[in-house]
DNA sequence: TTGTAAGCGTTATCAC
DNA sequence: GTGATAACGCTTACAA
């Protein structure tokens, strides 16, 4: 049986008021009793239980991270990072996965869960636009979006210009000399608004460049994994004229699809040249190591926490939007013939 | 301000009591009390407060998956099965990164950590055995080792026979007429356990086919990481006579691994046969396909979560060892020439 | 500076 | 079957 506080005000002889204080680090406390607590302390091992104290002070010091797939390079490389950040803000962070199931993630934010040991909640959102908008309204818990960009100052948010990366790594093709560019990821869906905010920052990029849109270019991928962008870029290289270029929506997406251009004969990039976005360490080691747009994941992961943060010690903060640098990264997958 | 179940009970004209039965689904509860806790309930869109459950209960409803490093793919692949096996059981996950700190690991058994929110601990450990066993003699805390085999029914664990899957891995190498068979992961302190116990089955294998164990094949990696697989690779290719095959102490070091052959101008598996172990993803969408040794991660997953609740109902039940099967499979990184 | 006591929102032990 | 009421372990007015 643990140690209490009244154990330890016993053994130490004073109130158990002067040990919450000394624990607490409460200042004004005279040397001789403070002595005397720690040494009690010492003595019967004891830790504060921090679920008395959340109770009492209404906080966790947690954190929950909402994402659709944790195994998903880039989400798990973004929970590093966030689990770093948050450290550094004394909290810790609770990883939860939706799998995909929209009831999943209305219950998280309506608070439907019932096991909310949290402070806040930073989510990474499949749902649509629409959905979230009356969401996260019943509920006070304080929430950050992240990677989404288009909410209207409702909530905080720290995302990247989604339309520029798109825009910029569809360039990086055109200025390639790529003329039949193809892309992967636009979502079945349309209200999904980060691949709605990409395939805008591709077509408009075509545009500019005088080349037509082709809506066969363009494949769905129901989710961002590997097998998504294989089949998608098999379908895509059976067109005729094939395409000569693809943008994918993640860097995942383009594994897939540059296993599926191997599989069919040919190479990347001189037959087919592939840009992701994302920038996740397997890129940097795949053959070819693949060009891709940098997110600075560590930049969001901060920015995040430091929200939440601001947001839990002052719920009625104005929400702000915050926008993550992005950086085409060219390697050999769009290396010049 | 959220509704408590005093609010609730004023409002339906019932005791607290009642309205708490109601809640937690006790059964001796006349319908038309029911009735109008219920409506009472909806319309004050009361939600029971975990926090106060648990200081009650004890019971948090929450594991922590301790892991090194949450963005490998071994670690990411294996939370995700916990979070689905754990949620099976009405548990969630904090997942929790020591980063290869030692003093980290320390502070999570022991409970130096003061935020202990969960009712048991996944731990897939970095320390030494020796560290391991008088370290979570203080805490009382629920614990499960995850990956580890040999410590001796002093705690839960769920693991793979580590020295067969090696002992297999380079008989697998052998089997193709290899006879340079290097290896990659040994650990510099040797008293990590599982690496130990690879470098055993990896020289057993070589010694039942005749074949010396050369300590120059032999490499260390500090972590499991592609950038340690990587340097360790480059290190091998130089020496002469140059390896023919490297079995790696993970896929991750073999994705580095390959990239050092491929970089040296040297080709996967004609000049040199690759094999890891794990089995994640990225090693079936990778040029070549990873050959490697699978370890069924749901598996272990519903293990290690099924150890943990038993033991978090009854702390007093008998410490338990689950082998986890293995298998080689054999892709391109292997193939015949 | 330190002690006393009132909660935080549950669950569980009594009675009735 | 239901109603009071005492914990659970802590923080924090309010007193002393």
Known sequence: MPATLRDVADLAQVSIRTVSNVVSGYEHVSDRMRERVLHAIEQLDYRPNPVARTLRTGRTGMLALVVPEI???????????????????????????????????????????????????????????????????????????????????????????????????????????????????????????????????????????????????????????????????????SLDPRPDAIFCYSDLLAMGAMRAVFDAGLSVPEDVAIIGIDDIEEGRYSRPTLTTVSLDTPFIAHHAVARIVARIDDPEVAAEEVIAPHQVLVRESTARG
Chains 1, 2 share one sequence.
Not at 127 to 135: G, N, R, S, W
Request: charged share 30%; glycine share 8%.
């Open 71 to 237: 195994d998903v390079p880039y989400f798990s490389e973004l929970a590093r990072d966030v689990i770093t950040a948050a450290a550094d803000f004394g909290y810790r962070v609770m990883i939860d996965q939706t799998g995909h199931d929209h009831e999943r993630e209305r219950e998280l934010l309506t608070g439907g869960d019932r096991t909310m040991l949290f402070d806040g909640i930073l989510f990474s959102p499949l749902v649509t636009k629409a959905e979230l908008l009356d969401m996260n309204s019943r509920t006070s818990m304080p929430l950050v979006l992240l990677g989404e960009h288009d909410f209207d100052g409702r909530y905080d948010h720290v995302a990247i210009d989604n339309v520029r990366a798109a825009h910029d790594a569809t360039r990086h093709l055109i200025d390639l000399g790529r003329t039949r560019i193809a892309a992967i990821g636009a979502q079945p869906q349309e209200s999904y608004s980060t691949p709605q905010q990409r395939t805008e920052g591709y077509e408009s990029a075509l545009r500019e460049a005088g080349i037509p849109v082709e809506p066969d270019y363009q494949r769905p991928a129901p989710h961002y994994r590997r097998a998504d962008g294989y089949d998608a870029a098999r379908a895509l290289l």
